[in-house]
């Protein structure tokens, strides 16, 4: 099982920058795909962005496409979220996740196994 911890969340300006980080433990993360997704209160968790386990694929929402950045760093098993350009609409949970199998065009979130405890991102005007 997979434990997945995030961090880097904040408080931050509109048009801002926030970088956010992953870290697994517990599994082979190499053979992960990873995934990002975000929640707001009485809304759906939504798909942000996911990378290949070799990080050679990406996909993006296309809310935040040439905004975000996801990438990993295999030798540290995390995977980070490059926020830039942030807008209001921004705001809310983020979660990391991960599955063993699948393409990161698959972004239905039944579709990951394990998330973790998510951070906090409020983007202010």
């Known amino acids: 099982q997979v434990q997945l911890v995030e961090s880097g969340g904040g408080l931050v300006q509109a048009g801002g920058s926030l970088r956010l980080s992953c870290v697994a433990s517990?599994?082979?993360?190499?053979?992960?795909?990873m995934g990002w997704f975000r929640q707001t209160p009485g809304k759906e968790r939504e798909f942000v962005t996911a990378?290949?386990?070799?990080?050679?694929?990406?996909h993006y929402a296309d809310s935040v496409k040439g905004r975000f950045t996801i990438s990993r760093d295999n030798a540290k098993n995390t995977v980070y979220l490059q926020m830039n350009s942030l807008k209001p609409e921004d705001t809310a949970v983020y979660y990391c996740?991960?599955?063993?199998?699948?393409?990161?065009?698959?972004?239905?979130?039944?579709?990951?196994?394990?998330w973790g405890q998510g951070t906090q991102v409020t983007v202010s005007s």
């Open positions: 517990g599994g082979t993360f190499s053979r992960y795909v």
């Open positions: 996740a991960s599955k063993y199998a699948g393409s990161v065009l698959n972004t239905g979130k039944d579709n990951y196994n394990n």
């Open positions: 990378i290949s386990w070799i990080g050679t694929a990406t």
